[in-house]
């Protein structure tokens, strides 16, 4: 009964923005967070950014840290990615999951996870 699923991807320039949303199903934002994480060609999954349930605390990884802002919409049920400046190098299949925060401020997926969207961003 818990899903979630992305959208918002697409093909653009450097420089250029692009806003993803996660809407949630089976679950109230107020009790779970969600984590973006993306995987491009031949690399490791990277954990992007991650709201929290309590506070909505946002966390960054830093290569996306002063680009891109994580929200959300309590009564959407809805997280949002906000894609600033975007590089090539952020080119990848970026998913949507539920997410576990830990003591330290780490963030870790959970087992619920979304289709994935694809960002491509050119040269």
């Known amino acids: 009964q818990v899903s979630v699923e992305e959208s918002g991807g697409g093909l653009v320039q450097a420089g250029d923005s692009l806003r993803l949303s996660c809407a949630v199903s089976?679950?109230?934002?107020?009790?779970?967070?969600i984590g973006w994480f993306r995987q491009a060609p031949g690399k490791e999954r990277e954990g992007v950014s991650c709201?929290?349930?309590?506070?909505?605390?946002?966390y960054y990884a830093d290569s996306v840290k002063g680009r891109f802002t994580i929200s959300r919409d309590i009564a959407k049920n809805t997280v949002y990615l906000q894609m600033n400046s975007l590089k090539p190098e952020d080119t990848a299949v970026y998913y949507c999951a539920t997410a576990r925060i830990w003591d330290g401020g780490s963030w870790t997926p959970g087992d619920y996870w979304g289709q994935g969207t694809q960002v491509t961003v050119s040269s």
């Open positions: 709201i929290s349930s309590r506070n909505g605390t946002t």
């Open positions: 089976g679950v109230t934002l107020a009790y779970v967070a």
